[in-house]
């Protein structure tokens, strides 16, 4: 079936409601769809809007404008604030662009050199109270700048603005990561899980989190990449160049689940930027 025309009907949702009434499970519904030649996103929005429908309540959140580059055209190099910067892959579901030569070699080492000093343990939010911890799935040392803080920092932040068409307000201050051999970052959603009770109070400081950029500030020997495992991607972590994904509502079907793999030779920085709904505070 051609993709481009798969539209969703009326009687298309009709047959999705009879399924859940009858008691089908959405795994199988969606399965039974796969097998009659329906795209899978096609698919997902189809029993997510069916189901929203049925259930009288939001199956999913609504989704949310998100950044998002000009690649009109499909150019081979963007012009993002004061640098040219090349587009090396995009992908539609999840939305993911590789980007290279987002940073320069002396602006990767000045970065390094002015976090080195700052690094702790790696915390991760804490999704019961909306503070911080140490968390075991991500072995690494890492520490954050405040947005604006040093002269390059505001103008990384700027050329990241221009590239992704997301003001800097609404980006949280760069977080620097160190990973040892042998240190990864297990498969994680960026999103704050709605679920979580202490996701509100994260919330009040401008919103969900909406799109990642990964700068990757030096070359592993071996190892380190960044992988999308919804779709088997892995971009390989390579000094001065960066994955940008977005997330267009907090939920699974966004497929950004993505992890850092371990390293295997060699030591990783990853300087990473979480743009926001709203204004960062
Ligand atoms: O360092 C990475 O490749 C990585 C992987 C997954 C970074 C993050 N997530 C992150 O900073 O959110
Ligand atoms: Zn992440």
């Not at 069916?50 to 609504?62: H, M, Q, R, W």
């Not at 999840?94 to 987002?102: A, D, E």
């Not at 940008?244 to 930027?273: C, I, M, N, Q």
Request: proline fraction near 8%.
């Amino acid at each position: 079936m051609n993709v481009a025309r798969q539209s969703i009907t009326p009687e298309l949702r009709q047959w999705i409601v009879d399924q859940a009434r009858a008691g089908r499970r959405p795994e199988d519904v969606l399965a039974a769809m796969r097998e009659s030649g329906w795209d899978e996103d096609v698919a997902i929005e189809a029993m997510e809007r069916s189901l929203e429908d049925f259930l009288g309540v939001a199956g999913t959140p609504p989704p949310v404008p998100v950044p998002e580059p000009d690649l009109a055209g499909s150019p081979a190099v963007v012009h993002a604030f004061d640098r040219d910067v090349q587009v090396l892959l995009q992908m539609r579901s999840p939305r993911v662009v590789v980007f290279g030569g987002l940073l320069s070699a002396a602006e990767c080492a000045a970065l390094i050199e002015l976090a080195e000093p700052r690094l702790a343990r790696s915390e991760t939010v804490q999704v019961t109270t909306g503070g911080s911890e140490v968390h075991a799935a991500r072995t690494s040392r890492g520490m954050f700048f405040q947005r604006s803080e040093t002269d390059l920092i505001a103008r990384i932040e700027q050329r990241i603005a221009a590239l992704v068409h997301w003001p800097v307000e609404r980006g949280e201050g760069i977080q620097v990561l160190h990973y040892a051999p042998g240190a990864q970052y297990e498969p994680h959603y960026d999103y704050f899980d709605p679920a979580q009770p202490g996701t509100p109070t994260i919330l009040k400081r401008g919103g969900q989190r909406v799109g990642t950029l990964v700068m990757y500030l030096n070359t592993p020997a071996r190892g380190g990449g960044t992988t999308f495992p919804d779709v088997g991607l892995e971009v390989g972590a390579v000094a001065g160049n960066a994955v940008f994904f977005s997330y267009d509502r907090p939920h699974p079907a966004t497929k950004s689940l993505h992890g850092g793999a371990p390293v295997v030779e060699g030591e990783k920085w990853v300087a990473t930027k979480w743009l926001r709904e709203g204004v960062f505070t």
